[in-house]
């Protein structure tokens, strides 16, 4: 005698294994876009109107501070050459 779920995993294992699997490549794949997508929307918000200051800009960066340098102007430096502006 045969459970009902028996018998819907009988007929659905191959769609359910597939699925999980495509999940799981798609989570592969989306992972270096959002490194990416996390330090180009902190180097807008850096340049446009100053929504962020060059110190929280520095820690989403994970840029380390220099003496004698502004944090803003490093955080733009970094941005300028991470995007290709100059």
């Known amino acids: 005698m045969e459970s ?4 819907w995993w009988k007929n659905h294992r ?3 294994i597939y699925g ?6 798609a989570f592969y794949l989306r ?9 180009k929307d902190t180097c807008a ?6 929504q962020i200051t060059g110190d ?5 960066l994970n840029l380390k501070e220099i003496k ?10 970094y941005c300028e050459r991470y995007l290709g502006i100059r």
């Open 4 to 7: 009902k779920f028996y018998q």
């Open 14 to 16: 191959r769609f359910v």
């Open 20 to 25: 999980f699997f495509l999940s799981i490549f």
């Open 31 to 39: 992972t270096p876009f959002d490194e990416d997508l996390k330090v």
């Open 45 to 50: 918000k850096l340049n446009s109107s100053y």
């Open 56 to 60: 929280e800009a520095m820690k989403k």
């Open 68 to 77: 004698n340098y502004n944090n803003r102007e490093l955080a733009n430096y």
